[in-house]
């Protein structure tokens, strides 16, 4: 048990998937696994640990922003010893020919800053995915005949941006989409020799101001990005 989790030592497994939202994570492990068991409740974090084709499984909600995902990947890969992390959702496309439900893989993560930024002082540190992770993702949604982008990604401080210049900027230079988490999550990867990567659903558009996708069109899609990063972890 850690300040922030309250699973007791076994209880989470290898492999964790880290939703954002804790609703999220309680609705992948109640369609996606067997037998989850509720693990984590503290904060009202959900986290449930079940199996899935008898593999164990942890799915735990990460929050919002990077500041609360590096909180949890910290605690699940020191404590728990979470060995492959991945992050499952939503992000807004920076490309044109991104669609709204596509999959978006995200091999590497720019930012701005993250929770790790003091430690690296004046480095520009790369954050990248895990590339046997990144390999079984992508082959897993061709296989689903899933629309998959796989490239570079944003990794936002701030939900209510603004700054549409820099957006510019990063679609000039080819940035598929932006969300708030992978990056700190690769760079805790890498510190603790651990895997990462992120699985992203496309839920609406900078570029072309698409509507963005209704509750049932999310569910949906966004089944199909758990059941890619499950196929990934256990390729």
């Known amino acids: 048990m850690t300040i922030h989790i309250g699973a007791k030592p076994g209880q989470i497994a290898e492999t964790v998937l880290m939703p954002g939202d804790p609703l999220r994570a309680k609705w992948a492990a109640e369609t996606f696994l067997d037998a989850p068991e509720l693990v984590n409740e503290t904060r009202g974090m959900l986290g449930f640990t079940g199996t899935w084709r008898g593999q164990r499984v942890t799915i735990q909600g990460s929050g919002m922003g990077m500041p609360s995902l590096s909180i ?4 699940l890969i020191r404590d728990y010893g979470a060995k492959t992390l991945i992050r499952v959702g939503s992000c807004g496309a920076m490309q044109e020919d991104v669609n709204l439900r596509d999959v978006v893989l995200a091999m590497t993560s720019t ?4 929770p790790s930024t003091g430690i690296f002082r004046e480095l ?3 954050p990248a995915a895990d590339f046997g992770l990144l390999m079984a993702a992508h082959e897993a949604a061709k ?27 990063m679609t000039r230079h080819g940035v598929l989409a932006v ?7 690769y760079i805790l990867a890498a510190r603790y020799k651990a895997r990462a990567l992120a699985v992203l659903t496309v839920s ?3 570029v072309t101001n698409a509507p963005p996708l209704s509750a049932e069109d999310r569910e949906k899609s966004f089944g199909d990005m758990i059941e890619i990063a499950l196929e990934a972890a256990f390729a």
């Open 111 to 114: 930012t701005i800053s993250t």
């Open 124 to 126: 520009n540190f790369a």
């Open 179 to 185: 969300e708030m988490e992978a990056a700190e999550l």
């Open 204 to 206: 609406d558009h900078l």
């Open 72 to 75: 949890y990947a910290n605690e």
């Open 143 to 169: 296989e689903r005949d899933v629309p998959v982008h796989v490239g570079g990604i944003y990794s936002a401080d701030v939900f209510y941006d603004e700054r549409p210049d820099l957006n510019e900027q």
